[in-house]
Structure formats: C-alpha cells, structure tokens
T-cell receptor
Framework: EAQVTQNPRYLITVTGKKLTVTCSQNMNHEYMSWYRQDPGLGLRQIYYSMNVEVTDKGDVPEGYKVSRKEKRNFPLILESPSPNQTSLYFC????????????FGDGTRLSIL | AQSVAQPEDQVNVAEGNPLTVKCTYSVSGNPYLFWYVQYPNRGLQFLLKYITGDNLVKGSYGFEAEFNKSQTSFHLKKPSALVSDSALYFCAVRDYQNTDKLIFGTGTRLQVFP
C-alpha cells in the first residue's frame, strides 16, 4: 500500500531534550516536505527536499533540522525543543513537477513542556 | 506573493443539502489550485486540482470545484452533503517560484448535521 509513515504519532517531552520524528515513504517520490499545523494558521512548511542530499528551508525553519540521506526517509530533528514548537506535524511527499498532488502522513502531535 | 484565503472558519449544512466551501486566491501567473480534506487524526487527503481546461473540476467522494478567473475563486462544492463529509478542508495553491511547494489556506471546518 502506498503510504507515508510518521513516527511517533504522539510525543510529550521536555524543553531541551533532543528528539527526532521519522518519515518514510514507499512511492519513490523525489519531493518530501515537513509542515506544522497550528489553529488559525493552516499548514506552514518547515523544510523540504527535492531529492537525496538536497534540502532547503521552508517558511518556518527556525529550531528544526532535516536530512535526506536516502530517497525514502526524511527525518525532522528538534535539537533543543521549546514550548513554541508544540504543534501537529505532517510529512508529505510527491513526484516532482507542477500539479503533482502531495501524499501526507497521519501526523505527529508533539507537546513540549 | 502567492496566497489563498478561506473566509469561513466553519460551514454548517444539513445532510442532503448542497454544500459550498469558499476559497479565493492571489497568484502571479496561471494558478494551480488544490483541495485537500483532513479527517480527525489523519493526514490531508487530496480531493481535486485545477491546472488548466474546464472550469468545473470533478474529484473524489462526489466533490467538485469551480474555477472562476474573474473572481479569483476556487470554491469546493457537493450537490448533496453526507454526515461523513464532516471534516476540515484546505485550499492550496502552487508556489510560483518553488513549483513543488503548496501554500495552504487556514482551513474550513465542515459540519454536516443529520
């Protein structure tokens, strides 16, 4: 089954404790992206990757890191999480090219205390 | 800068009635427009898109959307709402400079009452 898988789905942690949210897709998509969803703000892009070893900042990259060592994986790293990073996070992937629909994971709800 | 606006936070409709979820856009050049749906505890699912051609686009689950260039709108419609259509709906537009990127609206919650 074609899918984007995120782990964990839920995480409660404390300020400053490094964490990684994994994302994996099985559709051979070149493009992958991380978003955060906050009430009243919709989805905002954090980082994206056009292919292996090619990543770039989105609209709200501060406090986050990513890597793309393999085509299927695109982990999101919070090296020193802070409470303002409490949010619902989504990973998405697609083939490159205008008009390609993005496929989303089921989300990771992070709470930073 | 490209943007989309969803002017209604929530839309309420009775089951069996037609529904409309509004979206307006602001883009440079020709717009590539999308609708996504988000059910509780799930990621966004693609419903339909407009790139070019017929102004009425048909998508999944009986939804359609009408592209109106003069009004810069791309409203989502369905002739007869179901309770199971209750969800959060997002309009999105392709970024003109980074053409793989989507810019999302703030979302509209659709509530269909039995």
């Amino acid at each position: 089954e074609a899918q984007v898988t995120q782990n964990p789905r839920y995480l409660i942690t404390v300020t400053g404790k490094k964490l990684t949210v994994t994302c994996s897709q099985n559709m051979n998509h070149e493009y992958m992206s991380w978003y955060r969803q906050d009430p009243g703000l919709g989805l905002r892009q954090i980082y994206y990757s056009m292919n292996v070893e090619v990543t770039d900042k989105g609209d709200v990259p501060e406090g986050y890191k990513v890597s793309r060592k393999e085509k299927r994986n695109f982990p999101l790293i919070l090296e020193s999480p802070s409470p303002n990073q409490t949010s619902l996070y989504f990973c998405a992937s697609s083939f490159r090219g205008s008009g390609q629909p993005q496929h989303f994971g089921d989300g990771t709800r992070l709470s930073i205390l | 800068a490209q943007s989309v606006a969803q002017p209604e936070d929530q839309v309420n409709v009775a089951e069996g009635n037609p529904l409309t979820v509004k979206c307006t856009y602001s883009v440079s050049g020709n717009p590539y427009l999308f609708w996504y749906v988000q059910y509780p505890n799930r990621g966004l699912q693609f419903l339909l898109k407009y790139i070019t051609g017929d102004n009425l686009v048909k998508g999944s689950y009986g939804f359609e959307a009408e592209f109106n260039k003069s009004q810069t709108s791309f409203h989502l419609k369905k002739p007869s709402a179901l309770v199971s259509d209750s969800a959060l709906y997002f309009c999105a537009v392709r970024d003109y400079q980074n053409t793989d990127k989507l810019i999302f609206g703030t979302g509209t919650r659709l509530q269909v009452f039995p």
